[in-house]
C-alpha cells in the first residue's frame, strides 16, 4: 500500500516554521534574531538549538545592512558557501571560500597552521564591511581573530561563528564572543556545522521564509 505524505513543498515549509515557532522557546530573542534561530532550527532539526545561540545588540541588522550595500560574504568551507541561496541576496553579493586557492598547502605550511586558517590570508586585504561566516574549522576562527588584533587589518561588518568539533569548536567560539571585535553571532558549546551556518546567511540575505 503506497505511504501517504505531504507532497507540497509550500504547505512543508510552513508546517515546519509553525511546528518551530510552537515547541521552541523563542521569547528572547528580537524580531529579526528570531528568524535566523528559526531558520537553523529547521536546517538542523533540533528544538533546543535556540539556548545555544548568541547574538551580540544588533547583529542581525548590521549584517543585513551590509548585504544590502554589497558585501562580500567570505566563507571558510565549500559546504558553506555552496549552501548559500543566491537569490535571496540582496545586492547580488560575492559568496568567496579560498579553501582551495594556489599556494594554500604551501602557506599552510609557511604559517604553520591548517589549510582553513591559512585561506584567511586570502581575506585579509578585503576585510572591511565583509561578512565573514566560519561553519567549520574553529582554526580559521582563531586565525580570524588573531588577524583582528592587528589595528590595521580592515574590520568586517559581521561575524558567523558556528564552527563545529570537539577540539577547538567551543573555545573558539568563546573566545570570538569574549573578544566581540565586531558584531557577532554563535552557537556555544561543539555544535555547529555547515547547514547552520548557511541557514543563518540566508535568513539574514532575506526575511523571507
Not at 133 to 153: K, Q, R, S, V, W
Request: with cysteine; aromatic share 6%.
Amino acid at each position: 500500500m503506497p505511504y501517504k505524505y505531504e507532497k507540497n513543498g509550500q504547505a512543508i515549509y510552513d508546517e515546519s516554521f509553525a511546528t518551530i515557532r510552537r515547541e521552541a522557546d523563542l521569547a528572547s530573542f528580537d524580531r529579526d534574531e528570531e528568524q535566523v534561530v528559526v531558520r537553523m532550527i529547521h536546517a538542523a532539526g533540533m528544538i533546543g538549538l535556540e539556548k545555544h545561540v548568541k547574538f551580540t545588540p544588533g547583529m542581525v541588522a548590521a549584517a543585513r545592512k551590509a548585504m544590502q550595500d554589497g558585501a562580500q560574504i567570505f566563507c571558510d568551507a565549500r559546504m558553506v558557501s555552496e549552501g548559500v541561496t543566491r537569490p535571496r541576496l540582496p545586492s547580488n553579493n560575492e559568496v568567496l571560500c579560498t579553501l582551495h586557492a594556489d599556494g594554500i598547502y604551501e602557506l599552510a605550511a609557511k604559517i604553520g597552521n591548517t589549510r582553513s586558517a591559512a585561506a584567511l590570508e586570502h581575506w585579509r586585504d578585503r576585510l572591511g564591511g565583509a561578512i565573514v561566516a566560519i561553519g567549520n574549522a574553529p582554526t580559521a576562527l582563531f586565525h580570524l581573530l588573531n588577524m583582528l588584533e592587528d589595528p590595521d587589518c580592515p574590520r568586517p561588518a559581521a561575524i558567523i561563528g558556528c564552527p563545529v568539533g570537539f577540539v577547538g569548536a567551543m573555545e573558539s567560539k568563546d573566545a570570538l564572543w569574549n573578544d566581540q571585535p565586531v558584531p557577532c553571532m554563535i552557537v556555544e558549546g561543539r555544535l555547529g556545522g555547515s547547514a547552520m551556518t548557511v541557514a543563518a546567511i540566508n535568513a539574514i540575505a532575506s526575511r523571507k521564509e
